[in-house]
């Protein structure tokens, strides 16, 4: 019991008085165990966090009818087979023929909070339309001159089959904004999803549907698998240039933070090393004098490595703190989302640097063991 | 004398120095090798995201309004075409260098023997180019197209002599018609009949899968429309938008002539665009925000990332150096002590002392810049399968690093060394 | 039987011989003086004693057991538990306070006790600074702790390298004097100097030139005192 409480005294002894030399060494280990902290949460929240990113590329999955149109409940019960969580946006869509100036347009009704998550890029000048607005598409936009703010009026022409009269409705909708994206959406107009259904008098009716997917192609294809295996009148299919593209990218990406951090990791657990290499080759004097004194091999490998295992395991401690606050602070900064806490990364990080000093340590106190005390106490 | 001293601790110390020189290289290859990969990621990851297609779509001025609103009524086209001749000349432009790769497209209406309407899209697949710059380009949508799943054949190879009337079609018009690769298919344009012979079946995802895709003339035959073309998918590597780019976007004119040099003279979409009107006539170019948007997002995250880990490592291996410059000039206190006991000045001793560090800095610096480089090769390989481009800039900023964190890694340690009373450290304290 | 008993010992560096057949019998509790100039073969033959080196060839035996046979770590084992050290540099562990550098060479030994070492820190007279680091003692004050260090495990034999090297007369009287105490005590002493003083307080003295044994003398008036000669 007193033999164990001397050891404790002796290297809380040498922590404490030896502070400017001990500091060296705690800095080392806990830059390497901020590093690898860092790091390794970094490079854990990356395919998450770059995968969001990846959703700037909108709908990955589309739905369509199996036959002319589905229901809402239809909509609703086939993303109830996509984790939430996974769902960044789902859109509806209508399209109707309606007639502006007395030119044929395409006209979609939609939900437009969904549709913001589902295209992110859609490039909209004023505002996305309310109820009772539209939105109208830059190439409709130039060769119809229309402007933001002004009142149209839709046009939409029921055609029965019966023979009978096509009946005319109208409404009269404000333009809110106008959309640029580069592809055909620009020749489209967009309204509020009541709003069509109001002017074409029938409701419940959806010709398709976007989907943001938050997963991995594997993933995707199994909640697409679940979609079109459920009992709803929708077929789900990828959007190929997206999802194939995605994978390729996200999986470069990923080797990218993967291979550095090896690099940054590699070459930090060098210096770490180095520097308590270096830290105890100066007390070989000490090392010496003990053996004089008579203490044995072992107990000196002991005390100096309990010494250094304890200063890893601060220094990890330390580190792992430290570490997480830099990742916080790079997805904050860069991600704009924060990262959750994983606790198991700090007894990780804690035993990689108790490891790391232990192996830096073994071998100056091997060779340091090994020389003739009589010469370390005389010589240097 | 000095130079004697030095040259004694430098070779008689060796093992010290060395270790010194060794902290200062990994320090040194680690800021080379992270600051090679953070200024080539961006182009790097731009031409990974070169996966998702063109980002420029060009179509002829009338045509980009009301082209497909004629589509809507079911009418032809519009009779606006750009000018097959002036393809060329996008790789003349200022940053025809960043134009990685290019299609035209002609869509004609024909109809199968069945009579039922069928698209059939001319277009390049792998079009060789040889450009007067001396630069060789193979442009088309075998690359612009890499999402495309080849379900039966191959893809056409224009250089592999199956040009004319060698066609790719559509997985579902496959399926419908019951076509494989070596059957002939017979279309009839408005203006001539032509059959092609299959030799590959995609599934792309899209309405493409109805289409038949072949090469530019045999579209061109079917609707007497030689020379014509009705867009051009353009994929170009940019530089993220900023305000000025987002402003210039908008009108060009509304620039100062120097805010007008700098948007011209960078890469960003928009000033692309505007010079991809300025040599084909009577065109739009236009970005297609949903790659050109994405991209700039993804590449300026990535870059931003790299950055961030790239300065944790710049400050790991500042303070790395620091540390060590300090514990191992602090470790020779003794010798300082002696020097100072036999008469050296504060002012030699450390002049001693920190050209002793710099030259040591010196060949551990050019060491772990080598290493450095090294591992910046690794990454580019395993990664992306090219070489990690190096920027001069990479040189200056690691040697000034290391430098000043040399220097300053010294100053505690001297500051110690002058405080250091010759008596007190003779008679070991 | 003698304590301490060297047989023909050689201690050959390539072609130097630092011991040249060097026989040496040492009685318990004896206090001898080994003496020489420098590069006599003073610090080999002190080293071979205190288990720290081995001899070329030759017998050194120490209580009955002949060291020269054994392996490091049973040298180890010997040294703890039969000499106690003092060097001419002092040699404390710098950031162990007086007591727990006495403390130390208890806790190699067996088990450290702090009451012990604190009644050894009297024993040399430094009982009220045991709680001091060493960069705070003076330099005889440092050797005493060695004095106090070297005789907490009741060592067979003290040994101790120039003691008064690095001390001037003042310090070098008070370790002497400890000295003649341990002596008073029992306690087997060998004392390396080539301070003539110190070495001729001792019983019995021995001067080596070149590696051999050129002269042995025994104080006829031993006092255990130093005597000045001014």
Not at chain 2, 89 to 100: E, G, S, Y
Not at chain 2, 223 to 245: H, R, Y
Not at chain 3, 9 to 14: E, H, L, M
Not at chain 3, 147 to 164: F, G, K, Q, S, W
Request: proline residues 3%; glycine residues 8%.
């Amino acid at each position: 019991m007193k033999t164990r409480k001397m050891f404790f005294r002796m290297i809380t002894a040498s922590l404490m008085r030896r502070r400017s030399r001990m500091i060296v060494a705690l800095l080392a280990i806990a830059i390497g165990a901020t590093i690898l902290s860092g790091l390794i949460t970094i490079y854990n929240d990356v395919p998450r966090q770059m995968g969001a990113q990846f959703r700037n590329y909108g709908a990955n999955m589309i739905l369509t009818p199996t036959e002319e149109s589905f229901t809402k409940a239809d909509f609703d019960e086939a993303l109830s087979r996509i984790p939430d969580a996974d769902l960044v946006g789902a859109t509806p869509y209508r399209y109707e023929t309606v007639r502006i100036h007395e030119q044929p347009i395409m006209a979609a009704g939609t939900d437009m909070e969904s549709a913001k998550k589902t295209s992110p890029y859609w490039l909209v000048e004023g505002e996305w339309p309310a109820s009772g607005s539209i939105m109208v598409g830059a190439g409709v936009a130039e060769s119809l001159e229309l402007k933001i703010g002004d009142t149209e009026t839709v046009t939409y022409t029921i055609e029965r089959g019966d023979g009978s009269e096509p009946e005319e409705r109208t409404l009269d909708l404000t333009i809110s904004g106008t959309l640029s994206t580069g592809g055909s959406e620009e020749n489209y107009v967009y309204v509020p999803m009541e709003d069509l259904e109001q002017l074409t008098g029938t409701a419940d009716r959806i010709d398709l549907a976007e989907l943001s997917v938050s997963q991995t192609a594997d993933q995707l294809n199994s909640s697409m698998e679940a979609i079109n295996d459920g009992p709803e009148k929708v077929t789900a299919s990828l959007v190929k240039r997206v999802t194939a593209s995605e994978t390729t990218v996200l999986t470069k990406l990923q080797a990218l933070v993967l291979l550095v951090t090896i690099v940054v990791l590699a070459l930090t657990m060098i210096y770490v090393a180095t520097t308590m290499t270096a830290v105890v080759t100066e007390r070989r004097k000490e090392i010496g004098l003990r053996k004089a004194i008579g203490a044995s091999d072992l107990s000196i490998v002991r005390e100096f490595m309990g010494e250094g295992m304890l200063l890893g395991g601060i220094g990890g401690l330390l580190g792992s703190f430290v570490g997480f606050a830099f990742a916080q602070f790079v997805s904050r900064n860069v991600f704009s989302s924060s990262i959750s806490f994983r606790p198991l990364l700090v007894p990780v990080t804690i035993l990689v640097s108790i490891a790391i000093t232990a192996i830096a340590c073994l071998i100056p106190i091997r060779s340091a063991t090994s020389v003739d005390p009589a010469l370390v106490l005389k010589g240097e | 004398m000095f130079i004697r001293m030095i040259g004694g601790t430098l070779f008689r110390q060796w093992k010290k120095m060395l270790m010194i020189a060794f902290t200062i290289a990994l320090g040194a290859s680690l800021a080379t090798a992270m600051l090679s990969v953070v200024l080539d990621v961006g182009d790097k990851v731009n031409q990974e995201l070169k996966t998702y297609g063109a980002n420029i779509t060009v179509v002829p001025k009338q045509a980009s309004v009301l082209n497909d609103l004629y589509d809507v009524e079911g009418g032809g086209s519009a009779g606006a075409y750009l000018k097959e001749e002036e393809l060329g000349k996008i790789k003349t432009i200022f940053w025809a260098f960043n134009i990685v790769d290019y299609a035209p497209f002609i869509n004609a209406n024909a109809t199968l023997d069945d009579g039922s309407d069928v698209t059939v899209v001319g277009s390049w697949f792998n079009h060789h180019m040889s450009l007067p710059t001396g630069e060789e380009l193979d442009a088309g949508i075998t690359s612009l197209r890499s999402w495309w799943e080849i379900k039966d054949g191959h893809w056409l190879d224009e250089q592999n002599g199956e040009d004319g009337n060698a066609c790719m079609v559509g997985s579902a018009l496959a399926e419908t018609r019951q076509l494989a690769q070596g059957d002939t298919i017979h279309v009839k344009g408005s203006a001539a009949d032509a059959d092609f012979t299959v030799v590959g079946v995609f599934e792309a995802g899209g309405e493409e899968d109805n289409q038949i895709f072949t090469s530019l003339d045999a579209a061109q035959a079917l609707d007497d429309l030689d020379g014509c073309i009705d867009s051009i998918e353009v994929s170009a590597l940019t530089t993220p938008d900023n305000e000025l780019a987002v402003k210039a976007a908008k009108d060009p004119k509304s620039l100062t002539i120097s805010q007008y040099e700098t948007w011209y003279c960078t890469a960003y979409v928009s000033s692309i665009c505007f010079q991809i009107q300025e040599v084909i006539t009577y065109s739009v170019a236009s970005p297609v925000r949903q790659v050109a948007d994405s991209e700039g997002a993804i590449l300026e995250k990535t870059q931003l990332l790299m950055l961030l880990i790239t300065l944790l490592s710049l400050i790991g291996a500042a303070l790395g150096i620091c540390n060590l410059v300090t514990a191992s000039v602090m470790e020779r206190s003794s010798e300082i002590g002696l020097m100072k006991a036999i008469g050296a000045y504060n002012g030699s001793v450390t002049g001693l002392v920190i050209t002793e560090i710099m030259i040591t800095a010196v060949f551990g610096g050019i060491a772990g810049f080598a290493a450095g480089f090294g591992f910046a090769q690794i990454i580019g390989r395993s990664v992306f399968g090219s070489a990690i481009t190096m920027r001069p800039m990479v040189i200056p900023i690691v040697a000034v690093l290391v430098a000043i964190v040399t220097l300053i890694g010294c100053i505690p340690a001297i500051r110690m060394l002058l405080r250091l009373e010759p008596a007190e450290v003779l008679h070991g304290r | 039987m003698s304590l301490l008993e060297l047989k023909h010992i050689y201690k050959i560096y390539g072609d130097l011989h630092a011991l040249d057949n060097v026989n040496l019998k040492v009685e318990k509790g004896e206090w001898l003086a080994i003496m020489g100039p420098s590069g006599s073969g003073k610090s080999t033959m002190m080293n071979i004693i205190g288990c720290m080196d081995k001899p070329s060839k030759g017998e050194v035996i120490l209580d009955g057991v002949d060291i020269a046979k054994e392996n490091a770590k049973s040298l180890t084992t010997i040294r703890r538990d039969k000499i106690g050290l003092i060097f001419q540099q002092f040699h404390l562990v710098n950031y162990l306070t007086a007591i727990e550098n006495v403390m130390l060479a208890q806790y190699y030994h067996s088990i450290p006790d702090e009451k012990e070492a604190l009644e050894a820190l009297d024993r040399v007279g430094l009982k009220d600074r045991a709680r001091h680091l060493p960069s705070q003692l003076s330099g005889g004050e440092q050797q005493r702790v060695c004095v106090a260090r070297a005789l907490i495990n009741h060592p067979e034999i003290i040994l101790a390298d120039e003691p008064t090297g690095n001390l001037d007369d003042k310090n070098e009287e008070i370790v002497v004097e400890l000295f003649r105490k341990l002596h008073e005590d029992g306690t087997t002493l060998i004392v390396v100097t080539h301070d003539p003083e110190v070495a001729e307080v001792a019983q019995r003295m021995v001067v080596l030139r070149s590696g051999k044994i050129s002269r042995e003398t025994v104080n006829e008036h031993f006092t255990g005192h130093i005597r000045f000669d001014n």
